[in-house]
Structures are given as structure tokens and as C-alpha cells.
DNA sequence: AGCACGCCGACT
DNA sequence: GTCGGCGTGCTC
């Protein structure tokens, strides 16, 4: 504490060092004290990230202190470790763990309406519909009232006015009730027991420890860790679990109600106002035992955090890109030694650097080999297209359409999996060749029949379909090349008339909350076929799928992406997962043009280890360090001032023999990266279109005299610990 | 994040 | 001749 000092206040603004300011006279500061400081010509929110050590001369004053609980020590060393370790400015990382806004204004009650009254004197069709909505005389919000009958709500007002609903105040819904660690305790199989008890073992142990826990889908590796979560409860501590925010569904949510008899924590995007505020106080404060969240649940307020959970860790999601970079599952191993708490990282296709880690013994390597309750793995097999091959515009061979028919006869569920959206990829005119290419970028333009236009994937330009070819204005010569899942649509109802069918898509007409009604309706067995690309993938129990089509199981393993045949085997190994979780087995049949493929080859055997192995030899064979060293930089051009923190940090990938892969933009000196530490740079992007070329563009350009680094260090935090 | 300064294209 | 585009820099 000090008063009438200085103290040095960061700003959650793109500023890597924190200011000082002057103490007035009355006030007692401390480092993690939220305040007001002046900046510029307004005034803004800072935390005191050290105090006294401010540079003397006319420092402006503080303006006031937030009634709000300081960020504790952990979490400023999080955030001053994860600056350091992303490169980004300090304020830009104190703004992701500073996302609430302090606010003085009383809470009030949120008010919902009841159908209590008799109907107004006037009816209207709005009315109508909004007296159905209330029907059964609920309690319900007024926003959501208004959404569910769509109207708006001035409607509900004018029938609140006519005293057809009465306005009374919501109950407060508890935001963190207390977890049961021993509501319904599951029986675990003796595989399953001996893992559940290491990672129990791990959280008595109350030290930092990192476990893979790897198990094929449906080998119980939510009620093995939900084992250590308990054990965590018992102890009176916190977890958090980590997820993609897709995988935070309702059937998630079912589950770890049904193990501890409350819901969780909730935290994502879409928690937002009040509640989100609430929730942070709730876990500030201890009162919320587990919290479920999306990547920014990891710059929470914890206040004593027993275990980190990062469930589905090889995925993508986790990878932030924009504004601050870092890995979601990175820094939560960060936050688990800061903490001094145990992590771990499940998966049933675990991303390959988090492989490195637990073969060199810094992770431990738990497995769930078998599916639970003793059903069976899906039996995988090939169809050779080359062989089988579907008629011209079709993409089905023999051999699915007999499965699928069969399935149909059998009434049991048929999934097609197609990780292209749209119609056809391509349009081209028969007559003249031309392509439809996006303006902005070199990718083709995908049919979108559904939509009635040409989108382009990679940027978003969308452009009407035009009824004759821009080049040649041949009418009717255009042809579209290829199958998207919408397309697919189209054989399967020729195909299959009698059948249910639907399509999920990421850009499903309804947006995301119909889709997830629809994912419902598809685990409730109201549909005979589903068309999906990858988010059918991903997290979702079907019970009655019993067959999984592969329409191109070649798909995105010829891409120049390092990674491509990574995702594409976590992909492959995840849908082909879906069948078969129910009573009865499933199979799975993959169609490729193929078979012979190292990748496809190791999935049919259904041992990873065999994949893993491939990809180390190919890696090898293309002249790449192995997984584990390799860093990522991320380069743009920028201030002066930041050089040399870059340089310094390059030195450190250096020193650490890691390679260097370029993200980008750039107009960076390469001189910096390849003259003073002789690096061989690797590209290594999530980004799928067109990185050779950029790369190539940028080693033209050449080394530019002017701007500075910047740097941005990927994929393993573990050897800068 | 805001806000100012500054340097090149199309307008009354 | 100016209005305004957003690139770059600064805020204790």
C-alpha cells in the first residue's frame, strides 16, 4: 500500500508498458487495483501493475478506484507471460482478461410477463401470436417472448397496457449452484477406473502436472475427467473446462448435470450483460466451482483453481488469430503451472505437438482404449473409386448407395460426410473454359444454388449467378464442376425419395440456433440421412447412426498445408466416429481414389500410432524438423520501438533450434530473420489458400530498410517455461 | 481504443 | 484550389 506516491497503471489498451501516474493525497493503492487514470484527453480504466516505481516529473493524477476485487498476482503474471510469450503489447492481453466493464449502475430485477388476463379488445395477427407463445400462463422474459412469437416489443407492451399479461419480476436463476461431486457417480470399467484415479491422484496432488488423456470417441473420457473434476469440488476448489465453442452444448450441459446434479458455469460469446458480470463475480469470489467456457474462460478470475480441463485439444478453435495470437490450450498449460494446478488436455485425435510432449515425458500419456460399456469401435473400409465408380454428376458408388439402402430397410441413420459447402466448387462455361474466380483472391467461386449465388470461401465475396457465360455470353453453357454437400443433397433425393434427409452446414438458412434444434432432431432419430460437412463431426451423440459415408476421403490431403494431413486424419478418424455409438455397431465406408494412402491405410487400421509415424517420416523426407520444434512467427511490419524486443525473441527460437514458420502480413526485413540467425523458414498456417504464393511474393520483395519485426512464438510454450 | 497529424486523389 | 481517404504515431 501506498499513498501520495506513484504507481504504474496498464492501460487494456495496445500499449506494452504501463504508465505512471501520481497517487492523490487519501487513496491506498495495490498492485491489481482497478482504477480510473486520465489518458490523452479522456479518461480511462487501468489496473496498477507495480507501485512506487513510477519516473518522477509532472505525472498526471489517478482519478478514483473501482469497487470491484483486484486481478489477483496469477492472473497478472498470466498476463504478463503471455505479452511476453505472443509479443503482443501488454494492455492488448490485459484487455482479454479485463473484458468486463465496471459498472455502478443497481441491478434490476429483469422483468418477465405472464398470460394471466383475458384476450385484448382488439386482436391482431401480432397479438396472436405472441398470446400463443405465452400460452400456458409461464413466467417468461420479455425478450424472449418477443423472439419466440417475432414480434416486436412494443406488442407485448400494448398487451401488457390491455391487461391481457402481467408484468412480474424474474427469479434471480442461481449462476453458480454448488456441484455434487457424488450425485450419480458412473461405474466405470477397470480401464477407465485406473485413469479416472491418476488424474483424481493428480488434483489431491495440488501440483502442476499435464496429462494426455487420449480415448476414441466414446470411450468415456468425459466421465474420467469428470472423475478429477469432482475430486476438485471435494477439495473445495475450482476447474475450468476448456472447449471449442461449439462442443458447449445442450447435450454437454445434460451430462454434467446429470453427473453433479447443477449446471455449470457457463461462459462464452453468447453469455453476455448482466449474467456474464455476475458469473465473473461468482468465480472471483469462489462461489462457482466448474466453469465451462470457450477459449477467453482461461483470463477468468479464478479464485483458487484446482484443475484445467481442455477438452477436444487438438482443435482449431483454440487458435486465436486475430488481435492478441496465442493457443487457448497452450496458455491453459501456462495458467496450470501458474496456478500450480493440474491440466489436462483429452482428445481422441490428440494434435501432434501435444503428442511430442507426452512421448518426451513432459505430458503423461493416459489412454482409454475401448469404447465404453464394451461396444464397438465402427469397422472402417475402403471403396476404391477407381473401381466403383459413380455415373457422371454423381458422386455415390455402388457399394454406399447399397449401405445406405440397406440402412434405410434397417430404419436405422446414415451419415454423408462432405467437408465442401455449397453446390460445386467450380463453375465453368462448357463452351470457352472460363472460371468463375473471386476478384479478391485466386480461389474459385462456390455455387451456393441454395442462395442463388457465387461465394467465395476464402474471402466472402458473394456475386449473383449469371444466366450465361461473361466471357463467350454463351447461354446455358455453364456447368458446374463437382459435388458440395448441397449437391449431394440433390443424388441422395433422387436416390432415396422416401428417405428423411437433411444437410448441416456451417451456413445453415436459420443460423446457428436452428441448427442446433436440428442436431436435436437428428439425435432424436427424425431423420433417415444427414448431409454434413465438418461440424457434423464434432461433439454430437447420434445414437441410431449406424453408417458413415466418406463421400472423398481424398479431400484435402493433396493441399500444400503441412497440417492438411493432421486434420485431415482428426477429421477422418472423428466422423468416422460417429457410427455406431448407440445400441447397435456401425461401420463406416470411405470412399477414395486412393486406397493406398499412408493416411487412409492408418485409419483402416484403426491404430493412430500408425498415422503418427507416417507423418514423422514424411515430415523427415521433406527436409522439416520434427513436431515440438517448431515455432511460429508471427511478422508484420510496425513501429520502430519494438525491434529489439523482436530480435530478441527471434534469438530465443533460435537458441531453441525451433524452425520458424511465417504467418503474416509482412513487410518485415527478412534480413532479420534469415541473416543474423540463419533460419529455415517454414510456413506453417491455417490459412488454406494460396500461402506458397505469398511466401514467394514476400521472398521477392526482398528485405525492406524500413519498420521493425514482430514476432509472435506458437505451438509450445513448454520450452520457454 | 480514440484522436491528431499528414500526405495523395476527385470535387465545388 | 480544398475535402477527405486511412496510414502512422501518441497517450504517463
Redesign the pocket.
Known sequence: MIEGGTVDVLIP???D?A???AVPPGLALAPGDVVQV?????ETVGVVWAVGA??GGN??KVTGKYDMPPLDPALRKLVDWVAWYTLAPKG?VLALALRRQPDDTPERPKLGVRLAGPPPGRMTPARARAIAAAEGGLLIAKSALAEAASVSAAVIDSLVDAGTFIVEPMPREAIAALPDPDHAVPELSEGQGEVAQALVAAVQARAFSVALLEGVTGSGKTEVYFEAVAEAIRQGRQSLILMPEIALTAQFIDRFEARFGVRPGLWHSAVTGRRRERLQAAIASGEAKVVAGARSALFLPYKDLGLVVVDEEHESAYKQEDGVSYHARDMAVVRGRIENAPVVLASATPSLETRVNAERGRYTHLKLPERFGGRELPTLGLVDLRRDKPERGRWLSGALVKAIETNIEAKEQSLLFLNRRGYAPLTLCRDCGHRFQCPNCTAWLVDHRFRRALVCHHCGHVERRPQECPACHKPESLMACGPGVERLAEEVATLFPQARSIVLSSDFPGGTERLKTELMAVAEGEFDIVIGTQLVAKGHNFPGMTLVGVVDADLGLTSGDPRAAERTFQALRQVTGRAGRGEKPGRALLQTHDPEHPVLKALVSGDPERFYAAEEASREAAGLPPFGRLAALIVS?????EAESHARALARCAEAGDGIAVLGPAEAPLAVLRGRHRMRLIVRTTREVNLQDYLRAWLKRGPKPKGSVRVAVDVDPQSFL
Open positions: 489498451l495496445g500499449l508498458q504508465y505512471s501516474y486520465p489518458l490523452g484527453p479522456r513510477g519516473r505525472l498526471k492488448s511490419a510496425n513501429g520502430q520501438a
